[in-house]
């Protein structure tokens, strides 16, 4: 509905704002729980962010900002993939996936794998302050990347 509702670039911008903010409250070592209500609160806003702008793993990433390397990435893991086939899904019953997103997705499939590879042999280099370091910038990057979108159109 947001997608049919409102335009895109103010979309973008509002959360990409709101992705910023996030991480400078999160950076300044405010305290959010990681309890079901704030898991399920951050699971709407990633599917919600994901699907409406492409950033969904921001509002999870920095949840789960503190706890160790093999709960971020599993549960990530499964959280993003029941995720990524609600969006399909969903987009698919709302006429919203044409043949370029099919083609885009198999171009993406061999960095796909390659992240995998690798990210397995990066497993114990990415580990406390290094992975939440990790969370904090790429989620900024992202944020600041999608407010770039808004504004160059």
């Given at each position: 509905a947001l997608l049919k509702l409102v335009d895109t670039r103010a979309l973008d911008a509002l959360i990409g704002l709101v992705v910023l903010g996030a991480v400078v409250v999160v950076a300044g070592r405010a305290t959010v729980p990681r309890n079901p209500?704030?898991?399920?609160?951050a699971g709407v806003a990633a599917g919600t962010t994901g699907l409406v702008a492409s950033i969904g793993g921001p509002p999870l990433a920095l949840l789960?900002?503190?706890?160790?390397?093999e709960v971020?990435?599993?549960n990530l893991a499964v959280i993003f993939s029941i995720g990524l086939l609600v969006s399909i899904v969903a987009r698919a019953g709302a006429?919203?996936?044409a043949g370029t997103d099919v083609e885009v997705a198999l171009w993406l499939l061999p960095a796909?794998?390659?992240g995998f590879l690798v990210g397995g042999r990066l497993l114990r280099h990415v580990e406390g302050g290094r992975l939440r370091t990790a969370l904090l910038g790429l989620s900024a990057l992202a944020a600041t990347a999608l407010i770039l979108r808004s504004w160059l159109g």
């Open positions: 209500r704030t898991e399920f609160a789960y900002r503190d706890a160790r390397g971020v990435r599993s006429g919203e996936i796909l794998a390659a």
